[in-house]
């Protein structure tokens, strides 16, 4: 696994932790700590595009091509 597929996957653990934490602080009426649980999440997207983007960047092109497009 290469550098970038393993802050990919830590990246996306983060998300689904920080799911977990705004969902229980939403429940237990914890706006705060959802607001910040929800700029977490916001964060790790933004880093999991900018890990694609490096990717992609130093891809090859046959490489490049697997990666699909939005």
Known sequence: MSDWQHELRNELNLILYANS???????????????????????A??????????????ASPRAARAIPES
């Open 45 to 58: 997207v933004v880093q999991c595009g900018a890990l694609l983007d490096r990717a992609g960047a130093n």
């Open 21 to 43: 934490v705004v969902r229980q602080a939403l429940a237990d009426g914890q706006a705060e700590d959802a607001r910040a649980g929800l700029d977490r999440i916001d964060a």
